[in-house]
């Protein structure tokens, strides 16, 4: 395809897009599908001639819109906003149109320092100090691993990068909750320090943060049998329910302590929220840990994939990461960042460039005031679950997510728990919203089964909330019928 070709079919792609966008509300938010549907709809071998462009997006239609779930619909208030603003679409098209190769600072001067750039606009649009320096990753799952990985060699003396597993004797320990993501486990496994050496801390039954006296207790145990406490992942913004671990305490709790572990802070989605000022106070103490995550790329609404990661101490983190082969040696090295040294993949993407063209184009200002609309759409959604009979809010509701159940008067356990499942299925199956079941157990409660509804998708207003409300009445009588 050359350029003219190329310009011709980009406009028509363009305008498929902005139509599909457009009537993403006439379609059923989860993907009416059944399992293997999608790939019969393709030739089990591939194509011998070209096809127009026109022809291809007609198969786009055809084979691949059927099976998308519309995350961008305005009922879709499953796992967690993935917007995709398109403004940053229009900075993703440009990073894959640029083509730029992003291996080391020479490779592409613009891409490193835009990159370096953005992450410093974005540090001061939540409020960090200047102390902190990030890069931009794929996902919080490959943050977390990098962090997990830097604070085993921080434990260790830099020993595991020479010796490998046999190189200690004393099992490194993580501390982290139940609440905590399933991408923190895999993290700790993926970095060697394997199941039994991840302590789950309790939490607090009604917030469910994780106790800092309980991870005190924990690491003392652990330290005086002859184990290194090497990390503490302190979740800000749960997943299940949006619980803050208390980062503030817990680097108190740190500090006390005779070892150094690193404390890596997972803030995904709620790291979002501290776009507002006034929300801030729910990652008190921040300053004081080693990494922090958060995700641009859910309730911002920057397209995946864009997860930003800042560490305090650079050097740290390039002692793990960094190898600096002679082919990619240069002369701008030790005045130029090397991207490569501070993650795992050599070759990155011009991830800021969507980061950056959702700023220009969209402005701050009208990402905050959309944050503040979905914070109080969900304050508005849980005042009527709350004065209504038969209907509780489970959890705090700290942000935009809101755990709910139904409960009938008399119901054993299971018979909730089937009652639950069955309202949800009928609203999620019939496409006309999407909510996400999770067990969410409490000791004082029966049952283990919830609904979770996470406000936020770009295009959600009041009435749309108005509407959901009326559907989970509706299909929870009907469930009883
Ligand atoms: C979404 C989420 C993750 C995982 O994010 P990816 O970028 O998809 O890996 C991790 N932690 C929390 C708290 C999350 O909300």
Known sequence: MDPEEFRAAGHALIDWIADHRLAADQRPVLAQVEPGEIRAGFPTSPPDTPISFDALTALLEERVVPGLTEVQHPMHFGWFPSNASLASVLGDIASGGLGNLGISWESSPALTEVEEVMCDWMRQLVGLSDRWHGTIHDTASTTCLVALLVARER????????GGLQAVDSPLMVYTTAEAHSSVAKAALLAGYGW????????????????PAS?????????????????VVASVGTTGTTAFDPVDAIADVVERSTSTPWIHVDAAMAGTAMLLPECRELWHGVERADSITWNPHKWMGTILD???????NGTELESVMSTNPSYLQSTADGAVTQYRDWGIPLGRRFRSLKLWFQLELEGIEAIQTRIRRDLDNARWL???????DGWSVIAPVALQTICVRHVPPGFTSEQLDDHTLRWVRAINDSGAAYLTPARIETPDRLGSWAVRISVGVENTERHHLVALWKLMREAATSSLS
Do not use: H, W
């Not at 302590?199 to 917030?207: A, H, K, L």
């Not at 991870?215 to 990390?231: C, F, N, Q, T, V």
């Not at 849980?382 to 209504?388: F, K, L, P, T």
């Open 155 to 162: 434990a260790t003396g830099l020993e595991q990068n020479s």
């Open 196 to 211: 039994d050496n991840i302590r789950t801390v309790d939490i607090d039954p009604q917030t469910r943060a994780m106790v």
């Open 215 to 231: 991870l005190e207790a924990a690491m003392a145990e652990d330290l005086s049998a002859g184990r290194i406490p090497s990390a």
């Open 306 to 312: 864009c997860s930003l990661f800042y560490v305090r």
């Open 382 to 388: 849980e005042g009527e679950i709350e004065s209504e």
